[in-house]
Structures are given as C-alpha cells and as structure tokens.
C-alpha cells in the first residue's frame, strides 16, 4: 500500500467499506514494524523520553 492509509486505497478502488479493502490488502512485516516505530516514537515525545 505504500504507506496509502487504508481509508483512501478504499475510496480509490470504490469500497463502501474499508473492512473490504483489509481483506485484500497485504501488510508485511516492514509496514508493521514502521508504524510501530511511528507509534512508539510519538509517546515518547509524550512523555519526554
């Protein structure tokens, strides 16, 4: 998905709804890994770590 969000690849392929979209798309180990750094990152900065 290159970094798309879900949302929007829905809209662009005329989804109604994104849960139709997760069903065909493929997340890999990388993108999970990349948000979770995203996520981590962002508390971090939250709490001043």
Do not use: F
């Amino acid at each position: 998905m290159n970094g798309v969000p879900v949302p929007v690849v829905s809209r662009l392929l005329g989804h109604s709804n994104p849960r139709m979209t997760l069903r065909y798309s493929h997340l890999g180990d990388r993108e999970t890994e990349q948000a979770a750094e995203r996520v981590g990152g962002s508390i971090g900065n939250i709490l001043d770590i």
